[in-house]
């Protein structure tokens, strides 16, 4: 029963599917400005409402895009500065990056639509 509310909750991913992977500060050039392809980033805090209803959708996001679009989640209280340096004024924030240039940025909860628009 726990392991149902917490997979509705957007904690863990079901069987066999993935979920966007959390990166640090140290990580992000590596990872999101290096990457070839789309990368998409949320910028969220842990005591955020709206990015906690936000994980679910980020989560298959990146299970349905798997292969095609790197999906990362990035915790603004763990890496200020990469917030900083991306704008990021409130959460949950949600930045495109292609070729380790912003493509697109949406800021606040979104639809699964919104965010593949962006891709």
Do not use: H
Not at 41 to 51: H, I, L, M, Q
């Amino acid at each position: 029963m726990k392991d149902c509310i917490r997979r509705r909750a957007g904690r863990i991913p079901n069987k066999g599917e993935n979920m966007a992977s959390l990166i640090t500060s140290a990580e992000f050039d590596e990872k999101v400005l290096k990457a070839d392809g789309v990368v998409l980033v949320d910028f969220f805090a842990t005591w955020c409402g709206p990015c906690k209803m936000m994980s679910p959708v980020v989560d298959e996001i990146a299970s349905e895009n798997e292969g095609k679009v790197a999906v990362y989640k990035i915790d603004i209280d763990q890496a200020p500065d990469v917030a900083q340096t991306y704008g990021v004024m409130s959460v949950p924030t949600f930045i495109a990056f292609e070729g380790g240039q912003v493509k697109a940025q949406l800021v606040g909860a979104q639809t699964k639509k919104a965010l593949l628009d962006i891709l």
